[in-house]
Each structure stands twice: as structure tokens, then as C-alpha cells.
């Protein structure tokens, strides 16, 4: 149990354009899920963290206007990277989690983006 | 704030050999701990954690981790290495009142060789 999936895998687009990234949990309901992104050989940095219905908070740095999240279920979060620069290529990665204990978070397998 | 460091980005071992992949944290506050493992072409999977209690911990397939408050470190062993525990690992943490807010270290890639 408890599977999260991302949609699509991996991606390539022109620089300029706009990419969305689906991230599902197939078997339970999150009510919250989390956005990470991960460059080379890094650690996986918090994005921002959204909650089924409520606009999404994101961490310092992170351009709210520049990664659209919508949270519209309890099993589907979105982010769209508008006007992808190839400094936005990168691989994110989402987790979403039961109501509970810090230990209720479950990965998707992560979506790689590359612009060009 | 929470911050994590570990200090091996790879660690090449033989199987069959014991290995330690470390990990230190900085916090202001209490924490809970974890080491999650990235199988090659898959998601983050927890593999253990420190919540309270006993400070050693350990997983399903062998390896152990202790949490050492003194020197903020939750180093996680595994006395025989196998070829197919080859992934990358990484030490998080969280705050015990940070709404599930997960710090990663950079993760180390652990390779076993025949």
C-alpha cells in the first residue's frame, strides 16, 4: 500500500513553454503533499507543501508565480514550472502523507525536466 | 532550523563487508530521524526512523541506525553488505512540531562490488 505515483517521468521541453507535473496517491487519501526538487548530486530541497483545497506554502526562495501548485483532491497535486528555463531543468520529485506522525510520508518516483 | 550533513557522497564496499554511511545534524529543537533509501529509477523509501525510545533502531533487511543526541549523529550501519542493498541513502530530519517538513542531507551513493 500507500503508492505514489508522478506523471510523466521525465519530460523535455523548449525553454519558454510550460511544464505540469502530476503527482497521484493510488491507494490513499493525502491530505497534504509536499513538492521537492533535487539537482545533481544534492540533496532534495522542500519546495513547498499543499494542502488539499488551500493555496499552497512555499519555502524562501522559491518563486510562487514560477511553480504553480494546485492541490484540487485528495489524491492529485499539480505543479506547472511556467516559462521553464533550462536553469529550471531538474528533477522533482513529490511525497504526500496520512493526517499523523512524521513518518506518514510517501514518495513518488520523481519526474526529470529537462529545457532546452 | 534543521540542517543535516553527510559526510561520504559515495562509499564503494565489498559485499559481504560491514559499512557505515554517517550523517550529523544541527537543531534548535528536538527531532525525529530518518534514513530513506532511492533504488535506482524508484521513489524514496523510508528505511528507518527515530521518533523516541530506544535509540538504536533497525530496518527489515539488517541495517541499524543510533541516534547519538550528544554528538547529533544518526549514523546508519550494516554489518554484511549485499549487492542488492547498492542505492543511495539519505538522513533527514524533522522537527517535532514541523508539520511532517523533511531536511535531507545530500545522500550518499553506496556501491557494493563482487
Known amino acids: 500500500g500507500a503508492v505514489v505515483s508522478q506523471h510523466p517521468s521525465r519530460v523535455i521541453c523548449k525553454s519558454g513553454t510550460s511544464v505540469k507535473i502530476e503527482c497521484r496517491s493510488l491507494?490513499?487519501?493525502?491530505?497534504?503533499m509536499f513538492w521537492y526538487r533535487q539537482f545533481p548530486k544534492q540533496s532534495l530541497m522542500l519546495m513547498a507543501t499543499?494542502?488539499?483545497?488551500?493555496?499552497?506554502?512555499?519555502e524562501q526562495g522559491v518563486e510562487k508565480d514560477k511553480f504553480l501548485i494546485n492541490h484540487a483532491s485528495l489524491t492529485l497535486s499539480t505543479l506547472t514550472v511556467t516559462s521553464a528555463h533550462p536553469e529550471d531543468s531538474s528533477f522533482y520529485i513529490c511525497?504526500?502523507?496520512?493526517?499523523?506522525?512524521?513518518?506518514?510520508?510517501?514518495f513518488g518516483p520523481g519526474t526529470r525536466l529537462t529545457v532546452l | 532550523a534543521q540542517s543535516v550533513t553527510q559526510l561520504d557522497s559515495q562509499v564503494p564496499v565489498f559485499e559481504e563487508a560491514p559499512v557505515e554511511l554517517r550523517c550529523n545534524y544541527s537543531?534548535?529543537?528536538?527531532?525525529?530521524l530518518f534514513w530513506y533509501v532511492q533504488y535506482p529509477n524508484q521513489g524514496l523509501q523510508l528505511l528507518l526512523k527515530?521518533?523516541?525510545?530506544?535509540?538504536l533502531v533497525e530496518s527489515i533487511n539488517g541495517f541499524e541506525a543510533e541516534f547519538n543526541k550528544s554528538q547529533t549523529s544518526f549514523h546508519l550501519r550494516k554489518p554484511s553488505v549485499h549487492i542488492s542493498d547498492t542505492a543511495e541513502y539519505f538522513c533527514?530530519?524533522?522537527?517535532?512540531?514541523?508539520?511532517?517538513?523533511?531536511?535531507f542531507g545530500q545522500g550518499t551513493r553506496l556501491t557494493i562490488n563482487p
Open positions: 527515530y521518533l523516541s525510545g530506544s535509540t
Open positions: 491507494d490513499f487519501q493525502a491530505t497534504t
Open positions: 499543499s494542502n488539499e483545497g488551500s493555496k499552497a506554502t512555499y
Open positions: 537543531s534548535s529543537v528536538s527531532v525525529y
Open positions: 511525497s504526500a502523507s496520512l493526517p499523523g506522525g512524521p513518518d506518514t510520508q510517501y
Open positions: 533527514a530530519v524533522s522537527s517535532i512540531q514541523g508539520a511532517q517538513k523533511l531536511v
